[in-house]
């Protein structure tokens, strides 16, 4: 195997996995994209096994700590240690979609593999995952879990990695045009093949079921409502209506027919197809107001470089939410921006509502799903971020 000489490892020696090009001394040998190489330490000694990725900044993914092969026994034993974390929790039993592999938070630098009902939809996002496929999912078909697997690799992040974008079935049948996640009693329909990320928010599940608590006989504003989840939910819980806010007709298209599926009135379900900040603006010149408004937008900051363009994007949505909540109504808001961090979160969002006059607190806090974990080792792998806000 090729060796890999470091300057600097003292990341490494806390067991992040990750290694910047500056660290490195010297390469002994000319490893190929993604190719599995012996780290050393500047005194010589073995310190991991990583995959080489020669454009990215980040030059190697750790594989493993261990001197040991990476081989189709070494991926099946992190996607069986994954897997047995999903079932303690008993996600399977909550939804029939989830994540299964959250990349380098379940020790698979670069893999995304998620369960949606009968397929599995894999992300092959760096040049060691890559380099790696065959082997992961030979380990996968193994699991039994189905035989259908859907690539969605078409991510901008796989061009920083010398990689291309590619979608395609890689075994089994071709996904029909939607799959039905059935979720905590609600159904909701993804779209595998074209959907955001590998078809859903699958990262929100437990705040779907939080907001159910928040509904009965509410009018909800649901903003960047996507395919409707958090609509979906507060509509089942009894909320009195909700509008769901998007700037994807398609999007939309698919929360309407889930509400079909889950039976809720089109009379109390709206879905309207516009840009959130203009339109809280025109709600609030209408006099409009709302018992609970949702507020997940997009991520605003890709990068260190646009925190502060982001933070002024949050403030500015969360300042008008705050104008057009009822007084004793909640705010569920959301960042997923994992380079706007909690404490700066909840300065925006007192900032908002300082400027908005409204006086509120925070009732809880929110997080990503269970089945996106995040490794003690890698903390870049929270990323999701939320607050209920009370209005008094
Ligand atoms: N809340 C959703 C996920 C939201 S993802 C869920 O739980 O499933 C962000 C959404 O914001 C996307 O659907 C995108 O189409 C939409 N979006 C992005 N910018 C927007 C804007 N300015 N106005 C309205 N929608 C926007």
Redesign the pocket.
Known sequence: MIKIFLKQQKSLLRKHPWIFSGAIKSIDGKPILGESCHVYSADNKLLAIGAYSPKSQIAIRVWTFEDREINKDFFSQRINAAWALRKSIGIDKVSNSFRLINAENDYLPGVVIDKYDDYLVCQFLSAGAEYQKLKILEALLDLNLTENIFERSDTDSRLKEGLKKVKGCLRGNPPPNFVSISENNILLRADIVNG?KTG??LD?RDN?EIIKKYSKGNRVL?????????GIAAASAGASEVIN????ES?LQIAKSSATLNKIPESIFVCQK????EKLRFLREKGESFDLI?L???KFAESAFQVKKAAKGYKDINRLAFHLLNQGGFLFTFSCSGHIKQDLFEKIVADAALDAGSSAKIISYLNQASDHPVALNFPEGKYLKGLICYKQ
């Not at 806010?245 to 994807?248: A, E, Q, V």
């Not at 516009?274 to 900040?277: E, G, L, M, Q, R």
């Open positions: 955001h859903y928010y929100q779907r649901n903003c960047f409502s996507y395919t409707g989840g958090f806010l998007d700037s994807s999007a516009a840009d959130v900040f949702v997940d937008p997009p």
